[in-house]
Structure formats: structure tokens, C-alpha cells
């Protein structure tokens, strides 16, 4: 039975985990667990029996660490056809035909731009070698597991689906206990451009035990009808006796069983801890619970997401507001800045317009003299490190778009496809394979239509060419045109019209409002009579600048009267303890998230500093820098007085939930940016070391994101970090800390598998009478974990041990 077929039919079962049963069976620390295919294939072999004796029925491959990145590490880099292909075979011939294969796809342990040093091409180049050999091989569907990245994931589906249209894809992040990956994707908005892109099966893996991931899977629900999956962990791990030990057992993680069912999940399985004996209980509990999977009834909504944020553009939500000021026309200052590969006025008015309630962000970087490819990845990439507001790519160049959408962390739309066949020939396809969604222009090789109904069947000519294409009909947003009506006096009839019919047909709509008053006085006010009768007439999104405040007004009020603002809410937060009769203007931004707030203290060059750093303003900070100079104060006052103070804004900020690890590390180069300029002046003014730190990733784990973070925010607080860099042995840490005299020593883990080097150190250190503090992090690493070893710190976060190890020095 095909693989999907079988999903509908019933809920299967997914095995258990590989890494934990390796190691018992002579996976020796450090030596690469898919290397085994090619010497130990008998151990992979016994494994995958012991799971299908359980009663699997999805075999998973022994290649979680498969791509070139993984295995270089292991000087196996030349080999990843070779061990894919050996591993397919080695779970095929276990599973025959009692159970399917699924290809394992990992992390490849970098993150993408801007926030890392790996651009998309080279992801989607390393994913889709790995994805060949596996479906060469004969895989039967790819399942990624454990990604923190959703612009990784993203990646690696799209190259997936470069290589196949059909084979089933499982797509699962990896959320921690406060509901968001590590870099702070909710679970909506990782559903959203999942699915987007290609995934047939969402879900989670990793990190949480059956309750946290059934929230995850709660949220997810809510935004796809996408069958569903969940492979939990078996609690978090703990040591006892110097074994790592994952405390649920296998009854416990049937407990959700359920409620999972009932929100439609239909593979279950289980990650870390989880052995042949939970997966016999997951089945047993599963045999007098099967039901035909009924997908959740879809409401003809277009979802949007970014890499931390999700919107909607439907009839059930708030019409969708489009922040239209990311544009060059008109705008001297903008023009040259673009032509001078500058972001300031970009980063500028995307604060500025999230902060006033847009939506989305429509971002236009077309002028005359620019590459403009490379312009639109530069303002994709300063946007996506600002706000969490998810994008509209505006531009008429195939290129443009493409640049945007590779840069792009989530699902974007497209602005815009026409009903011309070279423009559907041209946007459709990048539609398709980016997983975006298309502002539809009704116009065509004949022009604008006069009439309504014109406008009409160009949307639905539209609506069928995206069909053929593979793109949903929910993900078309069709702009019915908005002439000005001092030239076209029936143009506010024909659009509103246009807008009732498009409507009618099931497909969400926008409008240019500002359009309608081009070459009138007062262009504000019939503007934004022109939005309110458009609202009413079933308009769900609208380019608009909401830095107007009749436009807003018109907006808020049309919300209450259209029962799109349950009790007047955002209405009364915008405008409450204002006069009767007084000036329309918002006395808040209502509903506005996700924004860098602008004000800090101290004022003059000290408060712009520290401002530049909370803004991640890294084109800019030198000159502020030199301002400073020239003003007297010293490199010492610029770092703790200035740059210092806005880094301990951007920490407060990452604790209370407002910023996430993109907007952090944004932060830090900006940091990074000043220092180097700083660094000129060191025989002058002196930058003093605040303490001394050893930092290594502990043998056998070639994990070492984390780790890196750590050092770049380390390193900008004022601390001399000495980094060893991963799979580090014992030994070695020990003379590095004698030898540099170090004031602390950090270790960082991410596999079970390696906890226990972390309590190998620490009783080194100390048995060799080195002073040192020690300090212990990374995903599976708990306080209960950093105690029991002797450990003196434990940090869950970056921003957090950066802050406790100032605390503990200064002590």
C-alpha cells in the first residue's frame, strides 16, 4: 500500500531511537554512528529488527548525520552517496515488505544567513545530495528530524522536492518548553512554510516529552490540515551512576495517545530515550485506536509567516493591513541609499510601520542603477533582523523575487503575477517552488478591464494557470485595481464591484487604497473613505500607509463595525482616554509585536550607541563611534557606558520573550562592528579584558551552534574567549585552561550520547587542582544535570551564561 494511502487508513508507528541503541551496542565517543552502516551493518541491522520486532511500521535509516557537513567531520565527506545508499539497504532488507523506510535527513549543524555563515544554495546543494542517494536508494519517504532552524528545513525540502514531486516528506522542528524553536519560530509559523514548500507530514521531534509536543502539535493544527506527527522524548534525561537515563516509561508516553488521535496525528513515534520497549507499548495502545484520518476543513484563509510570526488574510480575520513605505518612488533618500548598498531608511520604516500595526511588509527596492537581486536579499536580510512581521516581495523581476524568497525565513507573498502569459510563465514556478503565496494583478495582454466583470475572469484565468502550477487557490490574493477617480470617475464603482464578485468566488483580495486620490486635495481623507466602503464590501487585505492616521481610523473603526474586533478591543487600546471631538490619532499602536523599541537611556551619543546596538544598526555604528571620539569620551566609556548598555537591553529583552537568537545575533555584529573600531584605538584609550573564559564543544559531539553564540556574546561583553571548537577531548581542555590560566571553563553538549564527557571533565579539572569555574550547557543539559557533576554554572541560554558568569566572576 502506498505510504500516504496508509497514513489515511490508520495511525503507524514510528521506530525509536537510533543513537542511544548504537552506543550500547559499541559506538565508540566520536566516532561518526553512520559510519557504522559501512563496518557494523549487522549492529544497524539488529537495531531496525529489534524495532520492527516491536512493531514499527516506519523503519528509520541510520543517516541523521548524512550530509557532507556532517560526515567532513569524520573524514567522510566523500562518502555520503555511499553510506545513504548502504544505510536504505540495510532497513530495507530488515523491514521487507512489514514495514516502510524512511530516509533520515539532520541538521547540518551551521544556521543560514544572515544569521549564520551558510547561504541557501549551499544548504539546498548539501540536502539535496543527501536526499538523492536516499532516494536512489529506494527510501520510500524522507523524514527531517530535530531541526532549530526553520530556514534550514525550509532549504532542505525544497531540494526534496527538486529531485521529487511525489515522495512523501515528514518535516518536524525541534520546540523547547516555552513553545518556539531556539531561534523563535512558533509552531504556526513552522507549519505554515512547511507546508508551503512541499512537506506532507508536520510535526515535532526532540527536546519535549508526549504533553509539551501535543501543545506544539495544538498550535500547528490551528493553521494546516496536514496530517500530523509526533516523536517525543522519552522525558528529559537525567544521570544516575554516571549513565544518562530518560525517566518516562514506555505506559507513559502512551498517555496522549487520545488526544493526539483526535487532533489528527497519525504517525507516532518515539526520539531520545525511547527503546524497542516503548515502541512495543506505543503499539499495543495504538492497535484498538485506529480511525481514518478526516483533515480538518480548510476555511480558505492565506497564511503568511516569517521566521518568528505568523498572519492571516481571510474573511474570518481582520482585513490585512500592508505596509506600503519600503518603496523608492518618490523617495530621494531611500533611492540613494539603495544605490549605495544601505539599509538605514529600510530597517527604519520597518520598525516604524510594525510598530503601527502593519501586518505585513511590502518591500520594493526598484530603482534605476542597482543590482537589484542582491538589493532585495540585503533588505530581506535587515527586515528579517528587525521585526518578526512576515513579507511581501514587490518587484517586476523574476531575479529580484528569487533573491528575496531564498533570503526569506518564512512564507512570503509574491507582489505580484498578472494574467499575462509571460508573467504566469515567470512567477508561478518560483511560487510553487518557494512555497509563496501571489498578490494576482486583474489585468492582462489587453490592458486593465474597464468593467467589473473583466477584472473577474482575469482572476479566474489566474486562478487557473496556479492551479496547473500546483499552487493552492487559498494562497491568491487578487488585487482588483485601484484607479484614481480624478481620471477614471467610475474607478472607486468598478473596484468595489470587482471586489464583491472576487469575493463571491472564494478568493481573498487587496487593493492600493492610496491610489484612488491621486491629484486630489486632501488625498488622506477620501482615501480613507474609499478603504471603509472597500472593508465593507469583503476587501481582506490592503497596501496602505499606516503612518496616516485617517487611514488607521478608518481601518479600527471599520473592524468593530464589520464584528472583526471582538468587543472593540484593539479600538478602545488605540484611542482610549481621547476627547470627544478630538484629532483622530492613535494613542497606541494596538496589536503591534515583534518591534525594536527605539527609546533608551542615556541620551546624546551614548543613547544613539546604545540604541545602534539594540537596533542591530551595523552600517552605522562606526560613525557613531567616531562621534564619540571626537566628543572625548574614552574607548573604555563608549564599551560600558554606551554599547554595554544597549547589550544589556537586548539581554533583557531575549529573556522577557520580545527578541529571539536572530535579532540577539544582529545585536552582537553590531557589537562586533564597534569593537573592531575600538580595537584602532587600544594604545590610546584601553579596552580592559572583564575575565577570561575556555570554551569547547566535549568530545564525541561535533555540535557547536550554541557554543558559537555563546563566544560572539561573550567576546562583546568584554570577555577573552579562548575557543577550542568541538569534539573536544578531555586532556586537552585541561592544558589549554593551565596553560592560558583561564578564569572559567564552559562545555557545551547536544547529544545524550555525550553527557557524561562533560562529568569526565569536570572531575579532571578538579582532580588536577585547576581553579578554574566550570560552566555547563546545551539542549540536553539540565541545572539537575550541572549539580549532581559538581558543575558551578548552568545557563539554558546564551544570554543567560553570559549574564550568570558576570555574576559569578565579579564575585
Given at each position: 500500500?502506498?505510504?500516504?494511502?496508509?497514513?489515511?487508513?490508520?495511525?503507524?508507528?514510528?521506530?525509536?531511537?537510533?543513537?542511544?541503541?548504537?552506543?550500547?551496542?559499541?559506538?565508540?565517543?566520536?566516532?561518526?554512528?553512520?559510519?557504522?552502516?559501512?563496518?557494523?551493518?549487522?549492529?544497524?541491522?539488529?537495531?531496525?529488527?529489534?524495532?520492527?520486532?516491536?512493531?514499527?511500521d516506519?523503519?528509520?535509516?541510520?543517516?541523521?548525520?548524512?550530509?557532507?557537513?556532517?560526515?567532513?567531520?569524520?573524514?567522510?565527506?566523500?562518502?555520503?552517496?555511499?553510506?545513504?545508499a548502504?544505510?536504505?539497504?540495510?532497513?530495507?532488507?530488515?523491514?521487507?515488505e512489514?514495514?516502510y523506510?524512511?530516509?533520515?535527513?539532520?541538521?547540518?549543524?551551521?544556521?543560514?544567513?544572515?544569521v549564520?555563515?551558510?547561504?541557501?544554495?549551499?544548504?539546498?546543494?548539501?540536502f539535496?545530495?543527501?536526499?538523492?542517494?536516499?532516494?536512489?536508494?529506494?527510501?520510500?519517504?524522507?523524514?527531517?528530524?530535530?531541526?532549530?532552524?526553520?530556514?534550514?528545513?525550509?532549504?532542505?525540502?525544497?531540494?526534496?522536492?527538486?529531485?521529487?514531486?511525489?515522495?512523501?516528506?515528514?518535516?518536524?522542528?525541534?520546540?523547547?518548553?516555552?513553545?518556539?524553536?531556539?531561534?523563535?519560530?512558533?509552531?504556526?509559523?513552522?507549519?505554515?512554510?512547511?507546508?508551503?514548500?512541499?512537506?506532507?507530514?508536520?510535526?515535532?521531534?526532540?527536546?519535549?516529552?508526549?504533553e509539551?509536543?501535543y501543545?506544539?502539535?495544538?498550535?500547528?493544527?490551528?493553521?494546516?490540515?496536514?496530517?500530523?506527527?509526533?516523536?517525543?522524548?522519552?522525558?528529559?534525561?537525567?544521570?544516575?551512576?554516571?549513565?544518562?537515563?530518560?525517566?518516562?516509561?514506555?505506559?507513559?508516553?502512551?498517555?496522549?495517545?487520545?488526544?493526539?488521535?483526535?487532533?489528527?496525528?497519525?504517525?507516532?513515534?518515539?526520539?531520545?530515550?525511547?527503546?524497542?520497549?516503548?515502541?512495543?507499548?506505543?503499539?499495543?495502545?495504538?492497535?484498538?485506536?485506529?480511525?481514518?484520518?478526516?483533515?480538518?476543513?480548510?476555511?480558505?484563509?492565506?497564511?503568511?509567516?516569517?521566521?518568528?510570526?505568523?498572519?492571516?488574510?481571510?474573511?474570518?480575520?481582520?482585513?490585512?493591513?500592508?505596509?506600503?513605505?519600503?518603496?523608492?518612488?518618490?523617495?530621494?533618500?531611500?533611492?540613494?541609499?539603495?544605490?549605495?548598498g544601505?539599509?538605514?531608511?529600510?530597517?527604519?520604516?520597518?520598525?516604524?510601520?510594525?510598530?503601527?500595526?502593519?501586518?505585513?511588509?511590502?518591500?520594493?527596492?526598484?530603482?534605476?542603477?542597482?543590482?537589484?537581486?542582491?538589493?532585495?536579499?540585503?533588505?530581506?536580510?535587515?527586515?528579517?533582523?528587525?521585526?518578526?512581521?512576515?513579507?511581501?516581495?514587490?518587484s517586476?523581476?523574476?531575479?529580484?523575487?528569487?533573491?528575496?524568497?531564498?533570503?526569506?525565513?518564512?512564507?512570503?507573498?509574491?507582489?505580484?503575477?498578472?494574467?499575462?502569459?509571460?508573467?504566469?510563465?515567470?512567477?508561478?514556478?518560483?511560487?510553487?517552488?518557494?512555497?509563496?503565496?501571489?498578490?494576482?494583478l486583474?489585468?492582462?495582454?489587453?490592458?486593465?478591464?474597464?468593467?467589473?466583470?473583466?477584472?473577474?475572469?482575469?482572476?479566474?484565468?489566474?486562478?487557473?494557470?496556479?492551479?496547473?502550477?500546483?499552487?493552492?487557490?487559498?494562497?491568491?490574493?487578487?488585487?482588483?485595481?485601484?484607479?484614481?477617480?480624478?481620471?477614471?470617475?467610475k474607478?472607486?464603482?468598478?473596484?468595489?464591484?470587482?471586489?464583491?464578485?472576487?469575493?463571491?468566488?472564494?478568493?481573498?483580495?487587496?487593493?492600493?487604497?492610496?491610489?484612488?486620490?491621486?491629484?486630489?486635495?486632501?488625498?488622506?481623507?477620501?482615501?480613507?473613505?474609499?478603504?471603509?466602503?472597500?472593508?465593507?464590501?469583503?476587501?481582506?487585505?490592503?497596501?496602505?500607509?499606516?503612518?496616516e492616521?485617517?487611514?488607521?481610523?478608518?481601518?479600527?473603526?471599520?473592524?468593530?463595525?464589520?464584528?472583526?474586533?471582538?468587543?472593540?478591543?484593539?479600538?478602545?487600546?488605540?484611542?482610549?482616554?481621547?476627547?470627544?471631538?478630538?484629532?483622530?490619532?492613535?494613542?497606541?499602536?494596538?496589536?503591534?509585536?515583534?518591534?525594536?523599541?527605539?527609546?533608551?537611556?542615556?541620551?546624546?551619543?551614548?543613547?544613539?550607541?546604545?540604541?545602534?546596538?539594540?537596533?542591530?544598526?551595523?552600517?552605522?555604528?562606526?560613525?557613531?563611534?567616531?562621534?564619540?571620539?571626537?566628543?572625548?569620551?574614552?574607548?573604555?566609556?563608549?564599551?560600558?557606558?554606551?554599547?554595554?548598555?544597549?547589550?544589556?537591553?537586548?539581554?533583557?529583552?531575549?529573556?522577557?520573550?520580545?527578541?529571539?537568537?536572530p535579532?540577539?545575533?544582529?545585536?552582537?555584529?553590531?557589537?562586533?562592528?564597534?569593537?573592531?573600531?575600538?580595537?584602532?584605538?587600544?594604545?590610546?584609550?584601553?579596552?580592559?579584558?572583564?575575565?577570561?573564559?575556555?570554551?569547547?564543544?566535549?568530545?564525541?559531539?561535533?555540535?557547536?551552534?550554541?557554543?558559537?553564540?555563546?563566544?560572539?556574546?561573550?567576546?562583546?561583553?568584554?570577555?577573552?574567549?579562548?575557543?577550542?571548537?568541538?569534539?573536544?577531548?578531555?586532556?586537552?581542555?585541561?592544558?589549554?585552561?593551565r596553560?592560558?590560566?583561564?578564569?572559567?571553563?564552559?562545555?557545551?553538549?547536544?547529544?545524550?550520547?555525550?553527557?557524561?564527557?562533560?562529568?569526565?571533565?569536570v572531575?579532571?579539572?578538579?582532580?588536577?587542582?585547576?581553579?578554574?569555574?566550570?560552566?555547563?550547557?546545551?539542549?540536553?543539559?539540565?541545572?539537575?544535570?550541572?549539580d549532581?557533576?559538581?558543575?558551578?554554572?548552568?545557563?539554558?541560554?546564551?544570554?543567560?551564561?553570559?549574564?550568570?558568569?558576570?555574576?559569578?566572576?565579579?564575585?
Open positions: 500500500m502506498p505510504f500516504m494511502q496508509a497514513v489515511k487508513e490508520r495511525v503507524l508507528v514510528l521506530d525509536g531511537a537510533m543513537g542511544t541503541m548504537l552506543q550500547e551496542r559499541g559506538l565508540k565517543p566520536g566516532q561518526s554512528p553512520e559510519e557504522m552502516n559501512l563496518t557494523a551493518a549487522d549492529v544497524v541491522a539488529g537495531v531496525h529488527q529489534a524495532y520492527l520486532d516491536a512493531g514499527a516506519i523503519i528509520v535509516t541510520n543517516t541523521f548525520g548524512g550530509t557532507k557537513a556532517k560526515l567532513e567531520h569524520y573524514g567522510l565527506g566523500d562518502q555520503v552517496a555511499r553510506i545513504n548502504e544505510a536504505v539497504r540495510i532497513a530495507r532488507e530488515v523491514a521487507g512489514k514495514a523506510v524512511a530516509g533520515s535527513i539532520g541538521p547540518t549543524g551551521r544556521f543560514l544567513e544572515p549564520g555563515d551558510m547561504s541557501f544554495d549551499e544548504a539546498v546543494s548539501l539535496r545530495e543527501q536526499a538523492q542517494a536516499l532516494v536512489d536508494a529506494g527510501c520510500d519517504l524522507i523524514s527531517f528530524e530535530t531541526f532549530l532552524d526553520i530556514k534550514e528545513i525550509r532549504a532542505g525540502v525544497i531540494a526534496v522536492r527538486e529531485i521529487s514531486k511525489e515522495i512523501p516528506v515528514i518535516a518536524m522542528l525541534t520546540f523547547e518548553e516555552k513553545g518556539r524553536s531556539v531561534l523563535g519560530t512558533p509552531p504556526e509559523a513552522a507549519a505554515i512554510t512547511l507546508e508551503a514548500v512541499g512537506a506532507t507530514i508536520v510535526g515535532s521531534n526532540c527536546g519535549l516529552g508526549p509539551g509536543i501543545q506544539i502539535l495544538s498550535g500547528m493544527r490551528e493553521v494546516t490540515a496536514l496530517p500530523l506527527i509526533s516523536q517525543a522524548n522519552a522525558g528529559l534525561p537525567i544521570l544516575k551512576d554516571g549513565v544518562t537515563i530518560f525517566p518516562a516509561t514506555p505506559d507513559e508516553m502512551t498517555s496522549y495517545h487520545d488526544r493526539l488521535i483526535e487532533l489528527g496525528v497519525r504517525i507516532i513515534g518515539g526520539c531520545c530515550g525511547t527503546t524497542p520497549a516503548h515502541i512495543a507499548a506505543i503499539k499495543k495502545a495504538l492497535a484498538a485506536k485506529q480511525t481514518p484520518f478526516v483533515p480538518k476543513k480548510e476555511d480558505g484563509t492565506t497564511w503568511l509567516s516569517s521566521r518568528g510570526s505568523f498572519a492571516a488574510v481571510g474573511s474570518a480575520h481582520p482585513v490585512a493591513l500592508i505596509g506600503e513605505r519600503i518603496n523608492p518612488t518618490g523617495k530621494k533618500l531611500y533611492s540613494q541609499e539603495l544605490r549605495e544601505k539599509v538605514s531608511y529600510i530597517r527604519r520604516e520597518a520598525l516604524e510601520q510594525t510598530g503601527l500595526g502593519a501586518t505585513l511588509l511590502d518591500v520594493n527596492v526598484g530603482t534605476p542603477g542597482i543590482d537589484e537581486p542582491a538589493a532585495m536579499e540585503r533588505a530581506v536580510f535587515c527586515i528579517t533582523g528587525a521585526v518578526q512581521t512576515p513579507l511581501v516581495l514587490d517586476s523581476s523574476p531575479a529580484a523575487l528569487e533573491a528575496g524568497l531564498k533570503a526569506a525565513d518564512g512564507k512570503v507573498l509574491i507582489n505580484s503575477v498578472n494574467g499575462e502569459e509571460k508573467s504566469l510563465a515567470a512567477v508561478l514556478p518560483l511560487a510553487k517552488k518557494y512555497g509563496a503565496a501571489l498578490v494576482c486583474t489585468l492582462d495582454e489587453a490592458g486593465i478591464p474597464a468593467e467589473a466583470a473583466g477584472r473577474v475572469a482575469v482572476a479566474e484565468k489566474i486562478a487557473a494557470a496556479a492551479k496547473a502550477a500546483g499552487v493552492k487557490r487559498s494562497d491568491l490574493v487578487v488585487d482588483c485595481l485601484t484607479l484614481t477617480v480624478s481620471a477614471e470617475p474607478g472607486a464603482l468598478v473596484a468595489l464591484e470587482a471586489v464583491r464578485q472576487v469575493s463571491a468566488l472564494g478568493l481573498n483580495t487587496t487593493l492600493g487604497v492610496s491610489n484612488i486620490s491621486f491629484g486630489l486635495p486632501c488625498r488622506p481623507l477620501i482615501s480613507s473613505t474609499f478603504f471603509s466602503l472597500a472593508m465593507a464590501a469583503g476587501l481582506t487585505s490592503a497596501i496602505v500607509n499606516v503612518k492616521a485617517p487611514m488607521m481610523a478608518a481601518w479600527r473603526s471599520s473592524m468593530v463595525l464589520l464584528e472583526k474586533d471582538v468587543n472593540a478591543a484593539c479600538y478602545i487600546e488605540a484611542y482610549k482616554g481621547q476627547a470627544v471631538g478630538a484629532t483622530v490619532e492613535p494613542a497606541a499602536a494596538a496589536g503591534a509585536t515583534g518591534t525594536r523599541v527605539a527609546a533608551v537611556e542615556p541620551e546624546g551619543v551614548r543613547g544613539r550607541l546604545a540604541k545602534a546596538v539594540i537596533n542591530g544598526e551595523a552600517d552605522n555604528v562606526v560613525a557613531l563611534v567616531e562621534e564619540a571620539l571626537a566628543e572625548g569620551l574614552t574607548p573604555m566609556q563608549i564599551s560600558s557606558e554606551a554599547l554595554l548598555v544597549g547589550l544589556d537591553e537586548v539581554g533583557k529583552r531575549f529573556g522577557s520573550g520580545e527578541f529571539f537568537l535579532q540577539v545575533m544582529v545585536s552582537a555584529d553590531t557589537m562586533k562592528t564597534a569593537f573592531a573600531r575600538l580595537k584602532m584605538e587600544l594604545s590610546t584609550g584601553g579596552l580592559q579584558s572583564i575575565g577570561k573564559i575556555l570554551m569547547a564543544t566535549v568530545e564525541g559531539d561535533i555540535h557547536d551552534i550554541g557554543k558559537n553564540i555563546l563566544v560572539t556574546l561573550l567576546e562583546n561583553n568584554g570577555f577573552e574567549v579562548i575557543d577550542l571548537g568541538k569534539n573536544v577531548p578531555a586532556d586537552r581542555i585541561l592544558y589549554e585552561a596553560a592560558h590560566q583561564v578564569d572559567a571553563v564552559g562545555l557545551s553538549a547536544l547529544m545524550t550520547t555525550t553527557m557524561a564527557q562533560m562529568d569526565k571533565v572531575k579532571l579539572l578538579k582532580a588536577e587542582g585547576v581553579k578554574s569555574f566550570t560552566m555547563v550547557g546545551g539542549a540536553v543539559v539540565t541545572q539537575e544535570y550541572a549532581e557533576i559538581g558543575a558551578d554554572l548552568y545557563a539554558k541560554d546564551a544570554m543567560e551564561a553570559v549574564a550568570r558568569i558576570k555574576k559569578l566572576l565579579a564575585k
